[in-house]
């Protein structure tokens, strides 16, 4: 019986060969570009004194990365739809294995910031472009949720052992080797891609909307760096104040220019599809909070426990796991109740597990309540990550899947920005009220509230008529 229904699989929902070489490729390269978002947060102090960093300027280590990782993804997929995806692909891989490279050597300051703005400059060609070959290679349906469901499985993990990476290979070798590990990826990538990777679809013949790239890129730009000084400055300081100013009168413009443009970066009528509104608005929360969260939660088991930075990394091991479950699971859930339910119980888990948090203390049972709380949290969180890029890469044609694709990465990655010095300020404001304990629980009411009022918000609002299907759960598609 079992052998009979093998055979009678729906050719459309069996992956091909060439298929599964495409997943495990693309999926390899997101989990080594997540693995760099964190990969030397815990090795900070060890690059500022082996190379003589100044203590106020150690925050561009992660600065230098973020920036152009967040203020150029939205160009880069654009450019994906316009000049080849597999192109940009490979150029933004040949570009991170240079870059690792020059960090890895790096004998100044200097060097070591030029390699992770290369990094960062990598991981906005590279992401939007592996993202849309991804969905361009997978028909939108049971396929192309289950390989979303591995790259957000992936994400997860990757971005949750960069941190646990960094402390092992700092550690054990050096902080040098939290760049070098690249390198043989880079390599393999950069040898198979071009027989295994196809480039389906007629490209855009349009010219790029110059003005609307140099806008959306700039906005970004002082959006990023508004928020990360922030961090360091208070909200209140002028540097800060200026930034965020111009970021938003640079994305007004580019909202202007987008929906006058005969060729536009970002037409108009995508950023007003409810799938895209929608699914990256949820996608902030999504990736914000528990980013936000793991930081605070770090902070109470070095600064409340006495645990070592190492022993702190290794305690979410518990989360990475759920996340893995969470995220080959959904899937399935989706195939089941639908992208917008599932989006909706996703957000709900995770809020409520973030919730959990508020019963920390300064005895040593604290753990236990991050472990179990923290892995609660991360399962609704690998949840929510495939389901809104599901529903953000979905009703759009191939030639706009660049462009989806970069709206997708670039909110996780404002969001991964925005998070931290977010949470952080709300901490340091309940610190002022009573103690650090204390304001790490108002702080995580905070993320736990933005999870369940989101949910609430999605559940209410986006709507979506259900299509037949003859194969798989009804698709939905939005309604105006």
């Not at 597990?353 to 609660?376: C, D, H």
């Not at 759009?396 to 990655?413: F, H, I, N």
């Amino acid at each position: 019986m079992t052998e009979f229904a093998a055979h009678h699989v729906p050719a459309e929902i069996r992956m091909t060969p060439r298929q599964r070489l495409t997943l495990v490729l693309l999926l390899g390269a997101q989990f080594m570009l997540a693995v760099d978002f964190s990969v030397l947060n815990i090795a900070v102090p060890a690059i500022g004194k082996d190379l003589g960093f100044e203590h106020g300027d150690l925050q561009w280590i992660v600065t230098g990365f973020m920036l152009p990782a967040a203020g150029f993804t939205l160009l880069f997929g654009r450019i994906a739809d316009l000049f080849g995806r597999r192109n940009l692909f490979l150029a933004g891989m040949a570009l991170l294995g240079v870059a690792s490279l020059v960090g890895g050597l790096a004998q100044t300051p200097g060097m070591l910031l030029a390699g992770r703005v290369g990094q960062g400059l990598a991981t906005a060609m590279a992401t939007p472009a592996a993202m849309s070959l991804l969905t361009t290679s997978f028909p939108e349906g049971p396929l192309r949720r289950r390989a979303l469901g591995l790259n957000g499985t992936l994400l997860t993990g990757g971005f949750a052992l960069g941190s646990v990476l960094g402390g092992l290979l700092t550690e054990l070798f050096s902080w040098r080797w939290a760049f070098l590990i690249n390198l043989p990826v880079v390599l393999v990538v950069l040898a198979t891609a071009p027989r295994v990777l196809t480039d389906k679809g007629d490209r855009a013949r349009s010219k790029l909307d110059v003005l609307g790239a140099v806008t959306v890129t700039g906005g970004l730009l002082s959006l990023v760096y508004g928020i990360t000084a922030a961090e360091r400055d208070g909200w209140g300081a002028p540097l800060v104040l200026g930034a965020l100013s111009l970021a938003a009168v640079l994305l007004v413009a580019f909202w202007y220019v987008e929906s006058r443009s005969p060729n536009p970066l970002a037409p108009v009528h995508v950023l007003k599809r409810p799938t895209v509104r929608w699914g990256n608005f949820a996608g902030l929360i999504v990736v914000g909070m528990p980013s936000a969260v793991v930081f605070q939660m770090t902070l109470y088991l070095q600064d409340v426990l006495a645990y070592e930075a190492l022993a702190s990394g290794l305690a979410f091991g518990g989360a990475s796991v759920a996340a893995i479950v969470g995220g080959l699971l959904t899937p399935k859930i989706i195939g089941s109740i639908g992208s917008k339910r599932s989006l909706v119980a996703a957000l709900t888990v995770q809020g409520l597990g973030i919730l959990g948090l508020q019963m920390v203390g300064e005895s040593g049972n604290g753990i236990y309540v991050v472990l179990g709380a923290v892995s609660v949290a991360f399962f609704g969180h690998a949840m929510g990550l495939v389901s809104y890029t599901v529903i953000a890469t979905s009703g759009l044609a191939d030639e706009e899947q660049g462009l989806a694709t970069g709206l997708s990465t670039m909110s996780q990655q404002i969001a991964l920005t925005l998070g931290t010095p977010v949470l952080a300020a709300v901490a340091l404001a309940g610190t002022d009220v009573a103690n650090g304990v204390d304001g790490m629980r108002l702080a995580v009411l905070v993320g736990s509230v933005a999870s369940l009022a989101t949910a609430a918000l999605v559940a209410l609002f986006f709507r979506t008529a259900k299509v037949p299907s003859r194969h798989a759960a009804p698709i939905e598609t939005p309604v105006a």
